[in-house]
């Protein structure tokens, strides 16, 4: 089985062909970041034309690669939400005219999904299993009983990790998007008790029994520290570590507390934890959750970096879990700004 998957919600254009043995083809990643830079942060109307300009290059470079023609194409899978509301009618509709054009299936994917599957597209990640699903757009955990079957366990009340970090990254006159300029600084920090000792950062909500995550105190709490801080390579790079470490304790913090509720519902299952999205990439994060799954003897599921970010692969390898499924969309589907994954259903 063969899907052409395609992903414009924000400002990647993306196409990939990925098979049902979890062999991906071919897959392109265009950015748009250097179009955005100079407005620090993704301008909606820019997205939209600068996907319909590449769109399709795109794809017709990914059949190149690929050496599959439409013909051999079992499917067609395109993002048809949440993200931007331009950019995501450029690629649904160009999905839909390819799989009316070779009267083949045509499969909606909720980005979101497309994030949540991406790590069964790389190694055997069984269901249920428990999601941290962290990007500029969305801070969740998730339950995934199965394809279609999603449970919001917590989300962010405000920001998202994300955000935040690319919010604050702009204060410090850091480049958009600014996530990876803070780790690389935080990286050149030569004393981190120091550093922690300096930028007292605090949880947010840490005494409340809940799952959801607030980002906009912190954000708050970062520009007044900022604002007494000397802006030589060593003070940022020490605001850098205490910022990144504080971030990445909220989300594994919350996550530990993931394993209680999973235990509960899961008495005699040992827990997966898949943890997705553009902010799965940072590496300290990443540490953080490796202890907590060491700690509570689950497995951590991870993706490879260039699948954390938006990208095409994902969206088409949650085609062909639709389409096993026979999970098809119609092709007078709309495209949809937001999109909650527990309307996800098959």
């Given amino acids: 089985m063969l899907v052409l998957g395609i992903e414009t919600s924000c400002d990647e254009t993306s196409c990939a062909i990925v098979d049902d043995n979890r062999r991906i083809h071919a897959h392109v990643i265009l950015s748009q970041t250097a179009r955005h830079a100079p407005h620090g942060g993704v301008v909606p109307e820019i997205a939209a034309r600068e996907h319909l300009t590449h769109i399709d290059f795109v794809i017709a470079r990914v059949l190149e690669q690929s050496g599959v023609t439409f013909s051999q194409l079992d499917g067609v899978a395109a993002t048809t939400g949440p993200g931007l509301i331009g950019g995501v009618m450029v690629g649904m509709m160009a999905g839909k005219a390819l799989a009316a054009s070779q009267n083949i299936p045509f499969i909606g994917i909720n980005h ?18 428990l999601v941290l699903l962290v990007s500029g757009g969305h801070t969740q955990i ?3 009983r199965d394809v279609g079957n999603y449970e919001l ?7 998202a990790a994300g955000e935040c970090f690319d919010k604050v990254a702009k204060l410090m006159g850091l480049p958009f998007p600014g996530g ?14 120091h550093a922690l000792e300096k930028f007292p950062f605090h949880i947010p909500l840490a005494h409340e029994k809940t799952l959801d995550f ?10 007044n520290m900022l604002e007494k801080t000397a802006r030589d390579e060593n003070s940022l790079a020490e605001f850098c570590y205490a910022f990144q470490n504080i971030i990445a304790l909220s989300l594994s913090t919350r996550c530990a507390q993931a394993f209680t509720r999973w235990r509960a519902d899961f008495p005699e ?18 540490e953080k959750l490796h202890e907590v799954c060491a700690k509570e003897l689950s497995t951590l599921f991870t993706v490879p970096h260039e699948l954390c970010t938006d990208n095409g692969a994902m969206i ?7 389409l096993q499924r026979q999970s098809t ?8 700004p937001r999109w909650p994954l527990e309307e996800c259903v098959l």
Avoid at 269 to 286: E, S, W
């Fill in 112 to 129: 979101l999904e497309g994030h949540l599957l991406s790590p069964r597209l790389v190694q055997d990640c069984p269901f249920p299993y």
């Fill in 142 to 144: 998730l339950l995934a």
């Fill in 153 to 159: 366990w917590g989300t962010t009340r405000d920001d």
């Fill in 180 to 193: 990876m300029y803070v780790e690389k600084l935080a990286a050149r920090c030569k004393d981190p008790s």
């Fill in 214 to 223: 607030s980002f906009s105190g912190l954000k708050t709490a970062a520009r």
């Fill in 269 to 286: 299952l040992t827990p997966r934890f898949v943890i997705c999205g553009g902010v799965a990439a940072n590496g300290t994060v990443r």
């Fill in 316 to 322: 088409a390898w949650a085609g062909v879990e639709r």
């Fill in 329 to 336: 969309t119609k092709l007078n589907c709309p495209a949809r």
